[in-house]
């Protein structure tokens, strides 16, 4: 079993910038990919990035150049840094993981507000 816990939304101005953290705890050495996706209201949730154990990452469209993915293997964590952020991007984050046995594991999801 892995637990996920993200942290770090909140709201914020068109324009402006959020770190969005999730900590990974429980069978961590399982732990093969971990990624970020979004549910904006009224939409299904759709993948934002993502990165392998060993660090390549992968970004929608949207999002290229304005966030980055980034994993501390050592903390267990995955980070989202989101730059230029507008009104679109307004949607519960959620953190997510696969193991090497094919498991998957979410996070309860995090709530980024943008707005002015």
């Known amino acids: 079993q892995v637990q996920l816990v993200e942290s770090g939304g909140g709201l914020v101005e068109p324009g402006g910038s959020l770190r969005l953290s999730c900590a990974a705890s429980?069978?961590?050495?399982?732990?093969?990919?971990m990624a970020w996706y979004r549910q904006a209201p009224g939409k299904q949730r759709d993948l934002v990035a993502s990165i392998s154990r060993l660090g390549s990452t992968n970004y929608a469209d949207s999002v290229k150049g304005r966030f980055t993915i980034s994993r501390d293997n050592a903390k267990n964590t995955v980070y989202l840094q989101m730059n230029s952020l507008n009104f679109d991007n307004t949607a519960v984050y959620y953190c997510?993981?696969?193991?090497?046995?094919?498991?998957?594991?979410w996070g309860q999801g995090i709530q980024v507000t943008v707005s002015s």
């Open positions: 429980g069978n961590v050495f399982s732990i093969n990919s």
């Open positions: 997510f993981c696969n193991t090497y046995s094919g498991a998957r594991y």
